[in-house]
């Protein structure tokens, strides 16, 4: 069984602060797909990693995928509260079909 | 607005009862995918289909059931409710059934008193 450990659970900053969160697992994936959930919506999908060592940047958001395949991280810089949400990190298996998702990070702005 | 379609949003049961919950894909994808999120649990895929056939098999119990009927919308059949089944059930859909991005419906919300 594929699992991810995502770390921080909750944080809570203040507007203008930078952040990381991690997204861990001793299993490999064949992508790692990060989204961001409100509250009464469904996960929107932010970005889609696929190469070990690839980084990929989305305005003040960092995704890296780990050389291994194994982990990710995403980096948040000058967090606005536009940012608060639940960010989830998502591994797919071999096949492409069957995504394992993280715990989540509960991420709060304060202006 | 992701373009996949559930209902109803919110359901209200007692256990014992069976209800079934709709998803409607995006235009164009043939493959669905349904996940369940609870507080204690996140978000855990429970199976997936793929031009009407089952494709593959998550974390579903015996009690539920799935389908995906020829104009490609899906139906999550969740029967002999128990107080633990109240969760939000997410659809998804994709394009094809490997390596594509999943998109989200807004999910159902199953309470059962």
């Known amino acids: 069984t594929q699992l991810l450990e995502q770390s921080p659970q909750f944080l809570s900053i203040q507007e203008g602060e930078n952040l990381t969160v991690y997204c861990n697992s001793s299993s490999v994936f064949s992508s790692l797909q990060w989204y961001r959930q409100e509250p009464g919506e469904g996960p929107v999908l932010l970005v889609t990693v696929v190469t070990g060592g690839e980084v990929k940047k989305l305005k003040r958001l960092t995704f890296q995928f780990g050389d291994a395949r194994k982990d990710s991280s995403l980096h948040i810089t000058a967090a606005q509260p536009g940012d608060t949400g639940l960010y989830l990190c998502?591994?797919?298996?071999?096949?492409?079909?069957?995504?394992?998702f993280g715990g989540g990070t509960r991420l709060m702005v304060k202006p | 607005d992701s373009g996949v379609t559930q209902t109803p949003k919110h359901l209200i049961t007692a256990t014992g009862q069976r209800v079934t919950l709709r998803c409607s894909p995006r235009?164009?994808?043939?493959?669905v995918y349904w996940y369940q999120q609870s507080l204690d649990q996140g978000l855990q895929f429970l199976i997936q289909y793929y031009n009407g056939e089952e494709r593959a098999k998550g974390n579903i119990l015996e009690r539920f059931s799935a389908q995906q009927f020829p104009d490609l919308h899906s139906e999550l059949n969740l029967s002999s409710l128990e107080l633990g089944d109240s969760a939000l059930y997410f659809c998804?859909?994709?394009?094809?059934?490997?390596?594509?991005?999943?998109?989200f419906g807004d999910g159902t919300r199953l309470s059962i008193l």
């Open positions: 235009s164009g994808d043939l493959s």
């Open positions: 998502a591994g797919a298996n071999n096949a492409g079909n069957m995504l394992t």
């Open positions: 998804a859909s994709s394009v094809t059934g490997r390596g594509q991005p999943q998109h």
